[in-house]
């Protein structure tokens, strides 16, 4: 993980299981043949889920990066500042 803050790790932690339950039950819904509207909802939270941890590893991540700017990009951490900016646009 890109982050030694604990409560931060736990809340992406948190994000990506509340995603995979949510995907289960997307999973469960096809199968059973469930209303289209039904699948699509829930297929919107997992992707809604998703979305927010990317984003809240990316800010973590930019953080780090920023907190020493001095550092030269390829010392301050696992990613440079043009990767990140290439991951965050990756999720829009």
């Not at 736990?10 to 469960?28: D, E, H, M, S, Y």
């Not at 039904?38 to 990316?58: M, N, Y």
């Not at 990009?73 to 990767?83: D, F, I, L, Q, T």
Request: glycine share 4%; aromatic share 2%; hydrophobic share 40%.
């Amino acid at each position: 993980m890109m982050t030694t803050d604990p409560d931060v790790q736990r809340k992406i932690l948190n994000r990506l299981k509340r995603a995979q339950g949510q995907l289960a039950a997307v999973i469960a819904a096809v199968e059973r043949e469930d209303d289209c509207r039904t699948v699509v909802t829930q297929l919107s939270a997992v992707s809604s889920a998703l979305d927010r941890a990317g984003f809240q590893i990316i800010a973590t991540a930019m953080k780090d990066c920023l907190a020493d700017p001095d550092q030269p990009e390829g010392e301050r951490g696992e990613v440079s500042m043009s990767e990140l900016e290439k991951l965050f646009l990756s999720l829009a």
